[in-house]
């Protein structure tokens, strides 16, 4: 491991002692109930390959961003691999909602095979806690059996949760049959009174169908 890089996770790891906790608080104002273990969020994520997905709505970068802020106020250095055909996300809304920009790694590739490569070099490093691969934000999503694979075992061994993000209906049928908990996210309300709504459409510990609804300061461009 290069000197660039330890320097890097030291800082990342440094972010739960330096992060601003008011914006979690009013993002995720109803996360986490004292002896009852949440459907989602970082520790439920764990060592799973899970599909985020929604259609014509940005509320999947919002809610993956809420995860990206738990890891980083864990303690969690976190990634986020995307593709420049699906549009990535806006660094100051971003910022806005919390989140340690310079603690986390941001990873440009060409298509969803180099997204997945990358994420199983990122794993086996064993150093990030949260991979979040934008698979399908403004473009088609496609992972194959053997990738998939792959993810779930580098995930279940290094303790990582993998989240891959597609645009499409819930209908439309998921990545495959690897991915542990498929969820849709959707954004109600307007102003200060928005909410988002993540909605279990498969989950091979829970069983589907529980949602979990969260109030949120969402940015403009979120």
């Given amino acids: 491991m290069s000197d660039e890089l330890r320097e890097f996770l030291a800082r990342a790891r440094g972010t739960a002692a330096t992060a601003r906790v008011l914006p979690l608080d009013e993002l995720y ?17 764990r060592g799973r390959l899970v599909e985020l997905s929604g259609h014509g709505a940005r509320a999947t970068l919002t809610e993956a961003m809420g995860l990206i802020l738990e890891a980083q106020l864990a303690g969690e250095p976190a990634v986020w ?29 060409p298509n969803a ?42 995930a279940q061994a290094h303790d990582a949760a993998v989240v891959c993000l597609t645009e499409k209906s819930a209908e439309t049928t998921s990545l495959g049959s690897l991915v542990s908990l498929r969820a ?14 993540v909605r279990a459409l498969k989950d ?14 969402g940015p403009a461009g979120m």
Wanted: hydrophobic fraction near 40%; glycine fraction near 14%; charged fraction near 20%.
């Fill in 29 to 45: 104002s109803q996360r986490g109930t004292e002896g009852v273990a949440e459907p989602w969020g970082l520790a439920a994520l």
């Fill in 81 to 109: 691999i995307q593709s420049p055909a699906h549009g990535g996300f806006y660094p100051p809304d971003v910022a806005e909602l919390g989140v340690d920009l310079a603690a986390l790694v941001v990873v440009r590739v």
């Fill in 113 to 154: 095979a180099a997204s997945a490569r990358a994420a199983e070099r990122l794993l086996r490093s064993g150093a990030f806690g949260l991979v979040v691969i934008d698979l399908g934000l403004g473009g088609e999503a496609d992972l194959s059996m053997a990738q998939q694979g792959r993810l779930v075992t580098l």
């Fill in 184 to 197: 849709e996210a959707v954004r109600t309300g307007q102003g200060e009174q928005q909410q988002i709504e």
């Fill in 204 to 217: 091979k510990r829970r069983g589907p169908g529980w949602s979990r609804t969260t109030k949120v300061r």
